[in-house]
């Protein structure tokens, strides 16, 4: 059974603060890792996708991977109250044949405190 | 470039009948997934299609279809309704690039919210 875990939170961090968030998988065969952003009542946004072992930066958010323990994470410095949200992480065991099919976290639910 | 759109936003069915979604993916987009997001068991792979073929199916019964067409639009049907069938159905597309290069970044549409009373 391919799993992704996620803390469920709430995540309460102050609005500024870095807001730290964990995802481990099952599955080491996985080779793609998204992150993404869902509001209450909203359709997932992507945030970050990440392929290879280390950070991937994009403006206030990085994504860290580390394939040897099948971990990865996502940091988002200074964050705001609009950052509240529920946040996924999602994997996907390989492209090409069968890229379609994401296997998700049940996602951490963030709250940023102005 | 315009997003993935679902109609209808919301339905509204009661048990025993049978319902369709419709996707039109983002253009140039050929991979079309299909998920159900319920507040127990998550966001939830239901099946992929690309080039009309359904290419992968998770792990739900028979009573969930879908087919893709030529234009790459997609839609799914859910046949006796049941309580459980109430949920967020979301679709999703990515570009089918050449073999190499990565392309399986998934944008979602706004979900479909099918409530079965």
């Known amino acids: 059974q391919k799993e992704v875990e996620q803390n469920s939170g709430p995540l309460s961090v102050p609005e500024g603060a870095i807001a730290s968030l964990n995802c481990t998988y099952s599955d080491r065969g996985s080779q793609s890792f998204f992150w993404y952003r869902q509001y209450s009542g909203k359709s997932p946004e992507l945030i970050m996708s990440?392929?290879?072992?280390g950070d991937k930066e994009d403006g206030r958010f990085t994504a860290q991977l580390n394939k040897a323990s099948q971990y990865v994470s996502l940091l988002i410095r200074d964050s705001q109250p609009s950052d509240s949200a529920t946040y996924l992480c999602a994997v996907n065991l390989g492209y090409g044949g069968s890229q379609g099919n994401l296997i998700f976290g049940k996602g951490t639910k963030l709250s940023v405190k102005p | 470039k315009a997003g993935v759109t679902q109609t209808p936003r919301y339905l509204i069915k009661t048990r025993g009948q049978q319902v369709t979604l419709s996707c039109s993916p983002i253009?140039?987009?050929?991979?079309v997934s299909w998920y159900q997001q319920t507040p127990g068991q998550g966001l939830q792979f239901l099946f992929e299609y690309f080039s009309e073929t359904q290419r992968n199916k998770g792990n739900f019964p028979g009573r969930f279809s879908g087919r893709q067409f030529s234009n790459s639009r997609s839609e799914m049907n859910v046949s006796t309704l049941e309580l459980g069938d109430s949920a967020l159905y979301l679709c999703?597309?990515?570009?089918?690039?050449?073999?190499?290069?990565?392309?399986?970044?998934?944008?979602f549409g706004p979900g479909t919210r099918l409530t079965v009373l």
């Open positions: 990440i392929y290879s072992n």
């Open positions: 999703a597309s990515s570009f089918e690039g050449l073999a190499g290069v990565r392309t399986d970044t998934q944008y």
């Open positions: 253009s140039g987009h050929r991979s």
